[in-house]
């Protein structure tokens, strides 16, 4: 499955963004999907997770509360809405597929988008 992210920019602290994630290639509603950040000279982390039907969903503890992730299995894409941005969010967001599910670790996802940039300014 090719997945392709955007809605990444520069925003204010406090403001919002809605990231999408377009996938093609296979059938979109057999994958869990996920949310992952890196930011400038840090590792990849986890950030949100989706399992296939969009009835479940698990975030790291740092934007629980403020990001939420969804999707729309018809529209093949997934979605991470953030709010109440912080300087600390800034970093290249990806997404990526499973087809084991949902989770929150690399190795169970099998395919990874480009990163789109989010950048929050104080």
């Known amino acids: 499955v090719q997945l392709q992210a955007s809605g990444g920019g520069v925003v204010q602290a406090g403001g919002s963004l809605r990231l999408s994630c377009a996938a093609s290639g296979r059938t979109f509603s057999n994958y869990g999907m996920g949310w992952f950040r890196q930011a400038p000279g840090k590792d990849r982390e986890f950030v949100a997770t989706?399992?296939?039907?969009?009835?479940?969903?698990y975030y790291t503890d740092s934007v629980k509360g403020r990001f939420t992730v969804s999707r729309e299995n018809a529209k093949n894409t997934v979605y991470l809405q953030m709010y109440s941005l912080r300087a600390e969010d800034t970093a290249a967001y990806y997404c990526?597929?499973?087809?084991?599910?949902w989770g929150i670790g690399f190795d169970v996802y099998d395919f990874w988008g480009q990163g789109t940039l989010v950048t929050v300014s104080s």
């Open positions: 990526a597929a499973s087809r084991r599910g």
């Open positions: 989706v399992d296939r039907s969009g009835s479940r969903t």
